[in-house]
């Protein structure tokens, strides 16, 4: 049988350096209860990044006081790790007595940012910015952040952890496929990729907003795992593995989902297709999306696609790690090429 070329419309519902001195003021109180200390918590749970495997963060800080004309930086980027009982770092730090402190921190997966590979982080002006951050298929981590102002020492001398909780920064994008064929027709998926994203974008710490969203290349494609290679979706469906992606509203719809499908009657092909699904993202920080990809068709060969997305909690976890939001509609243009 012979299946003509067509083009197939649908609707898509997203769901969807500074001049601060290094120097530290010599009449710290150096005692156990005056040293400055960490706790974290990340918001609820994800996939990627928990409580749990959670072990390791960057840390920038700076204090100003009354008897010095700048601002005296503390940490710049140290490394603290999670402890049996506690976070720990090295080379003591101190609270001075009537300073105004502000921390920042941050952790790509327990990671450390990589100018060569996902950018840099730079601390000027008391603030932590994230540079040129990249979300494509040479870096794909998630991302947390933090931060906690204006904090003093207590009155009375005594001291806790600076208690840190953290953020997701970026989207976590998935693709799940599955088959709407009637009995006895065999629908395989593969080859799922997405083309066209924006994947590098400057994060500011002060107003905790994504700047300067960009692509990297006009040829920018990140293939998409499946479970298998090849996914059978007849009875069951398949999903792709986790994406991280740079929140951004897209303008038009210029990003695109490809995959190929091929559906078998009785042992035998019926047609394969490349399928070209372009459509406007709505990527928010911190959100979790399941784009919901239900197949259909008849015995004369694929007849329409219906697109579909929900925000869906991780299987088992009680608390998510990701914000709930309302889907919203955007026109959708698929288009199939092949036998």
Not at 300 to 309: E, K, Q, V
């Amino acid at each position: 049988m012979k299946i003509r070329d067509f083009l197939i419309c649908g609707l898509c519902s997203m769901a969807v350096v500074s001049c601060a001195s290094s120097d530290v003021i010599d009449d710290v109180l150096r005692s156990e209860a005056n040293r400055i200390g960490f706790e974290t918590n990340v918001s609820k749970n994800s996939r990627a990044m928990t409580n749990g495997n959670f072990n390791r963060f960057f840390v920038y800080a700076s204090y100003s006081i009354s008897t010095q004309p700048q601002p005296v930086n503390v940490f710049t980027g140290d490394v603290v790790t999670k402890g049996t009982n506690s976070w720990t770092y090295s080379g003591d730090r101190f609270w001075v007595p009537d300073a105004t402190y502000d921390f920042y921190a941050y952790s790509c997966e327990n990671q450390q940012m990589n100018p060569n590979i996902s950018g840099h982080a730079s601390f000027s002006d008391r603030v932590l910015q994230l540079n040129g951050f990249t979300a494509n298929a040479k870096h794909q981590h998630d991302l947390l952040f933090a931060s906690v102002l204006n904090q003093k020492r207590a009155s009375d001398g005594s001291s806790t952890p600076v208690a840190f909780k953290f953020n997701h920064l970026l989207t976590r994008v998935i693709f799940t496929f599955k088959s709407a064929y009637p009995s006895g027709y065999t629908v395989i998926v593969s080859n799922p990729r997405l083309v066209n994203f924006r994947d590098k974008a400057d994060f500011d710490g002060k107003t905790m907003e994504w700047e300067n969203v960009e692509r990297t290349s006009d040829e920018i494609e990140m293939n998409l795992s499946l479970a298998t290679p090849t996914a059978d979706i007849t009875s069951a469906t398949a999903t792709t593995a986790p994406i991280y992606m740079i929140p951004f509203a897209y303008k038009k719809a210029d990003v695109t989902l490809e995959f190929d499908v091929q559906v078998r009657k009785d042992g035998k092909d019926v047609l394969g297709r490349t399928i070209y699904a372009t459509w406007r993202p709505t990527w928010s920080a911190g959100h979790s999306l399941n784009n919901v990809i239900t197949i259909t068709g008849g015995h004369t060969g694929l007849n329409s696609i219906r697109f579909t997305a929900e925000i869906t909690k991780d299987p088992g976890a009680d608390n998510d790690g990701w914000n709930g939001e309302d889907g919203t509609l955007n026109d959708m243009v698929f288009e199939a090429h092949g036998n």
